[in-house]
């Protein structure tokens, strides 16, 4: 089975199989965000020139694991700081790829982006870019369609807003931030000062919060 979403052609053949394994690994609903992530990590490569295929990819397989209990997310993602340990959610990116890559699922951009879409891309990777602003965009959410739209015509500047949407949220309600999404942050920095942002033309950002997506 190829996931197509309508009027969406799948533009890579080699998923076969693939998708069909995220979609036994994930509740319905999941499995519908996860198509709606591809489509639009897609359409976001497609408008700024990037890897599409590879962008749908990483979309397709970028929560595989994020219906797994606990345990094994802790098994398969052994933690690199408190937060990991007390919310072993986010480490569900990174448990992705070990599951991948233990699959045999072999490029390493897709996997980095499945790695990182929980906590922001580091640097180098635009693929990566592409799926986090999706998953945090996507229409499914009901929220930062700004962002969504921005990406469309200019990916820095979305993700640029998404990861300082998401510091600041986070910042100003005393919740302790990811050391990744820190580094992801700081990368945006310039001169030692962080970067500022402002909301695109029509409305303010929508925060992301930490599991902008809750299991149902």
């Known amino acids: 089975m190829i996931a197509e979403l309508p009027g969406f052609r ?3 053949a080699e998923l076969v199989g693939w998708d069909e394994r995220v979609r036994l690994m994930v509740r319905p609903r999941r499995f519908e965000h996860v198509l709606r992530v591809a489509e639009l990590a897609c359409r976001i490569a497609r408008a700024n020139g990037l890897d599409e295929a590879r962008a749908y990819a990483a979309g397709i397989l970028h929560d595989i694991a994020r219906d797994l209990p606990d345990a094994e997310l802790l098994r ?15 480490l569900h990116g990174r448990a992705a790829r ?9 490029d390493r951009v897709v996997l980095e982006a499945v790695e990182d879409h929980t906590t922001g891309p580091r640097g180098g990777n635009p693929v990566a870019a592409c799926v986090y602003v999706a998953d945090v965009s996507e229409p499914g959410r009901g929220v930062n369609d700004d962002i969504r739209e921005l990406a469309l015509r200019d990916l ?19 919740i302790q931030v990811h050391p990744r999404t820190l580094r992801a942050y700081q990368a945006l ?28």
């Open 76 to 90: 398969l993602a052994p933690p690199e700081c408190p937060i990991d340990s007390a919310h072993p959610l986010a």
């Open 10 to 12: 799948h533009p890579l």
């Open 189 to 216: 920095s310039c001169g030692g000062q962080p970067a500022v942002v402002t909301a695109p033309a029509g409305g303010a950002l929508a925060p992301t919060a930490p599991d902008p997506h809750p299991p149902t």
């Open 156 to 174: 820095e500047a979305a993700l640029n807003c998404a990861i300082v949407s998401k510091v600041t949220y986070l910042q100003g309600r005393g």
């Open 98 to 106: 070990t599951l991948l890559e233990r699959w045999g699922y072999a």
